[in-house]
């Protein structure tokens, strides 16, 4: 095979004075858009699947346990965190996997203002829980306090809820819990934050367990439920594996014990929060249909640019046939040639699609409805190791699309090519 790279080496695309014909550069152009918009595809992709992951992650616990004796205790809404402690003590290396465990209540509150009031679920959390995602998303103010007593009426609020009631930083407002009547505690804002993800915003306050604790009559020990984050969230499976591993655990305890009556429930965050992950595995179907199309464009685009090069090139194929080459080397020796156009264009492609990415990544000059995609800017992830694969398999794909149209040059006769103009 060496003569003939050798051969395709040294030719030229393009007439005499070495310019490309405009079919040619036609056909670069196509597989430079092709390849444009596929890298473009996966990066924004990839770039949607790391931030919803992120955020949902983030806002809600890996991994939750709560009480699943529905109707069996009259206490079914509330968990024991000395219990669920024990459990995750008793194994050394599950607990390996755990960066934190937070005991977390929610209840039903209005915000009231003198002219305005809001329905929204209140979320008391403890000093252990990860308010890292949040404070990276304030916007004005600080996190709760849970060094001392006075904090406990503490709160944050969205950007959503502090515009719809007119709120800001140190403002106080009453929030009303409603039981079999009705409770009432002056909360401080300390901070407004703002994460895009709109059904968290519009819903959720946050602020000290020990409020709720006050309103419902629980001990320190009490809540709705306990959040675990693990070290590994980037993959789902082993939150799934380690919830498993909780939930049998937890079992066991409480089958050994006889004082401990409760029985447990675990969940993992793509359970919780399914709707989300549906809708990110749907976006991987988009990718797989774009990537489909703009294959089905590029190898049109190749077939076109080979069967130029053939008829530019027809007698010097006459002459090779005449010398003795054979159809199989003379078509090695065009197909050789035509991936000089898909080298170039790839070049090109990468330099556009990757620099475009990179423009996107760092100033966000294409804006999204935060209200329907849960970000106000397009997000990219650049995948190294994504964008290596995809190059690659282009060059497969382009060598294997060519090889068929190749065998026109079968046809072509050494005699007819001297008739040829």
Not at 217 to 243: F, H, P, Q, R
Not at 372 to 386: F, K, Q, T
Request: hydrophobic share 45%.
């Amino acid at each position: 095979m060496r003569h003939e790279l050798f051969i395709a080496s040294r030719l030229k695309l393009g007439n005499k004075g070495g310019a490309n014909s405009r079919s040619l550069n036609v056909a670069v152009l196509g597989i430079i858009l092709a390849l444009v918009i596929m890298i473009l595809s996966v990066v924004i992709v990839l770039g949607f699947k790391q931030e919803i992951t992120t955020k949902v992650t983030s806002l809600d616990p890996h991994i939750k346990i709560y009480n699943g004796a529905i109707g069996l205790d009259n206490n079914f809404d509330v968990v024991d965190s000395r219990e669920i402690s024990n459990g995750i003590n008793a194994d050394a290396s599950l607990k390996e996997h755990i960066t934190s465990v937070s005991l977390i209540a929610e209840k039903p509150a209005i915000l009231k203002t003198d002219d305005n009031f809001k329905g929204l679920q209140f979320r008391g959390v403890d000093a252990n829980y990860d308010f890292s995602f949040l404070e990276k998303h304030l916007i004005k103010g600080r996190v709760p306090n849970f060094e001392n007593s006075d904090s406990t009426n503490e709160i944050i609020v969205s950007r959503t809820i502090a515009k719809q009631l007119m709120l800001d930083v140190n403002d106080r407002i009453f929030t009303y819990f409603i039981d079999d009547k009705v409770k009432v505690r002056k909360c401080h804002i300390v901070g407004i934050y703002n994460t895009d993800l709109e059904t968290f915003d519009k819903a959720y306050i946050v602020g000290n367990i020990a409020l709720l604790q006050s309103v419902n009559g629980w001990k320190t020990y009490t809540g709705n439920y306990v959040g675990i984050n693990i070290d590994n969230i980037s993959n789902l499976e082993n939150a799934e594996s380690i919830a498993y591993r909780l939930f049998s655990k937890l079992a066991l305890q409480s089958y050994d014990d006889p004082y401990n009556t409760t029985l447990y429930n675990v969940t993992n965050t793509k359970r919780n929060n399914l709707p989300y992950f549906t809708w990110l595995s749907m976006l991987d179907m988009n990718v797989i249909i774009i990537l489909t199309l703009m294959i089905i464009v590029s190898s049109f685009t190749l077939i076109s640019a080979l069967l130029m090069v053939v008829l530019e090139r027809i007698k010097m194929i006459g002459l090779l046939k005449a010398i003795g080459a054979t159809n199989t080397s003379i078509r090695r020796i065009f197909i050789f040639l035509t991936h000089k156009i898909i080298f170039k264009s790839m070049i090109i492609g990468n330099v556009v699609g990757i620099g475009l990415a990179l423009m996107q990544k760092h100033f966000h000059i294409v804006k999204l409805n935060p209200d329907a995609y849960y970000m106000n800017y397009v997000p990219i992830d650049i995948n190294i190791p994504a964008i290596i694969i995809l190059n690659i398999a282009i060059l497969v794909i382009s060598y294997i699309t060519l090889i068929g149209p190749s065998y026109i040059i079968s046809s072509i006769k050494p005699t007819s090519t001297m008739r040829f103009e």
